[in-house]
């Protein structure tokens, strides 16, 4: 995936909105909250984080191509870094993806989801 499919992808969910920050990361938000990162792992592919359940976590953090989120990981939280294709193909990437969107969706409370228009 490049950044551009990657940035076009998060752009096409619901409510998405889009920074550069933490030294050129693009950085996709839903009601503020961080639900996908993405910027270089060192070669040649786009490192992408996302959030993900705890049984996702646990099977995908042993996955090549994978790794427990640097920081966010480290505190606790169920992010997972995919820094190459070799397990993880851009299609099931992307559905990762949209479940984390989801995931920090729900966890928006009423008041902030109502403000972005989304039914309750």
């Known amino acids: 995936m490049t950044l551009d499919e990657y940035n076009t992808f998060c752009g096409s969910l ?17 009601g503020g909250k961080v639900f996908a990162i993405a910027g270089w792992s060192g070669g040649e592919e786009l490192a992408v984080t996302f959030k993900c359940s705890e049984f996702a976590y646990e099977i ?43 995931l920090i969706f729900r966890a928006l409370p009423k008041r902030v989801r109502s403000e972005l228009g989304a039914a309750a």
């Not at 619901?14 to 839903?30: D, E, L, M």
């Open 14 to 30: 619901p409510f998405a909105t889009h920074v550069v920050q933490w030294g050129g990361a693009h950085v996709w938000k839903v």
């Open 60 to 102: 995908l953090r042993e996955q090549p191509g994978c790794r427990p989120a640097p920081y966010l990981a480290s505190r606790g939280m169920k992010w997972i870094q995919r820094r190459t294709g070799e397990s993880m193909d851009d299609e099931a990437l992307k559905d990762y993806v949209r479940e984390s969107h989801g």
